[in-house]
């Protein structure tokens, strides 16, 4: 059974850092691209960052961009979401998503992931 699971969210200060994992069983996600996504109360849901099966491309909404990191460590089978100076804007449910998108691309649209997390909230406030 492919199932995803996030964690590392929580409640962070203004100008903090988190670090958002995202493991996987049942599969292994080396194969795989990876999305972040992120979805505020009221608000749509929101691609943050995504990673390659090849690691070779990465994707980051202008939003996050400098301050997210997006890695893989394939020995662990996991994807991280490195955050640095959050904002109060970041607050929201954190996603991680895979699906079989060429080795080359991935893609910030949810519609062209398969699998989903269940979330982590993050939430940033002093």
């Known amino acids: 059974q492919v199932q995803l699971v996030e964690s590392g969210g929580g409640l962070v200060q203004p100008g903090g850092s988190l670090r958002l994992s995202c493991a996987a069983s049942?599969?292994?996600?080396?194969?795989?691209?990876i999305g972040w996504f992120r979805q505020a109360p009221g608000k749509e849901r929101e691609g943050v960052s995504c990673?390659?099966?090849?690691?070779?491309?990465?994707y980051y909404a202008d939003s996050v961009k400098g301050r997210f990191t997006i890695s893989r460590d394939r020995a662990k089978n996991t994807v991280y979401l490195r955050m640095n100076r959050l904002k109060p804007e970041d607050t929201a449910v954190y996603y991680c998503?895979?699906?079989?998108?060429?080795?080359?691309?991935?893609?910030?649209?949810?519609?062209?992931?398969?699998?989903w997390g269940q979330g982590t909230q993050v939430t940033v406030s002093s």
């Open positions: 998503a895979t699906g079989s998108l060429p080795p080359v691309y991935c893609s910030s649209r949810a519609l062209e992931y398969d699998y």
């Open positions: 990673i390659s099966s090849s690691d070779g491309s990465t």
């Open positions: 049942g599969f292994t996600l080396n194969y795989y691209a």
